[in-house]
């Protein structure tokens, strides 16, 4: 009698959205570090690419789905490698800083994008572009499940404090 017992999150999900994820950002960093770039970094160039203005810090985090001190480390290894430049734009608050590309960074970009299709073309293997739009639907509906708050810790004495 078999006795092996399958884990607990084989048919998870999460597990294997989780575990795509791992893999694609394993074979972006791959590529990226011919480069000496990491995964992560070459969407705030393909960002600020498509900007005709630079953009704050707390824009690109919001574009990007996270914090800003995140987006901050990874501007300031950009502008290490000359690929992006940190402009104080305010005349009141020398707090605000924007991005843009350098001209270094903006020759950069073609590359960038071709690695990205790459990828993208490895990834979406073996689907017909029905399957692609279903997926990119299904994906944004789980976005959109995880982007309201959660309020599973919530107990019945924080809900009356909130009335």
Do not use: C
């Amino acid at each position: 009698m078999d006795t092996k017992r399958k884990h607990p999150t084989e048919k998870s999900l999460g597990r294997l959205i989780i575990q795509a994820a791992r893999l694609h950002r394993n074979r972006l960093n791959s590529r990226l570090t011919d480069y000496n770039m990491v995964a992560g970094q070459e969407q705030i160039m393909q960002i600020l690419a498509t900007s005709d203005k630079p953009i704050s810090i707390s824009e690109l985090a919001a574009l990007l789905g996270v914090k800003p001190p995140t987006v901050s480390k990874t501007v300031s290894r950009l502008s290490n490698l000359k690929l992006v430049k940190r402009l104080s734009t305010s005349q009141t608050d020398n707090r605000v800083i924007h991005v843009a590309l350098t001209k270094e960074g903006q020759k950069q970009i073609d590359w960038i994008n071709s690695l990205w299709d790459k990828t993208e073309a490895e990834l979406s293997a073996g689907f017909d572009e029905k399957d692609q739009r279903r997926l990119r639907k299904l994906l944004r509906r789980i976005i959109r499940n995880f982007s309201e708050p959660d309020t599973s810790n919530v107990t019945s004495s924080d809900e009356d404090s909130a009335t």
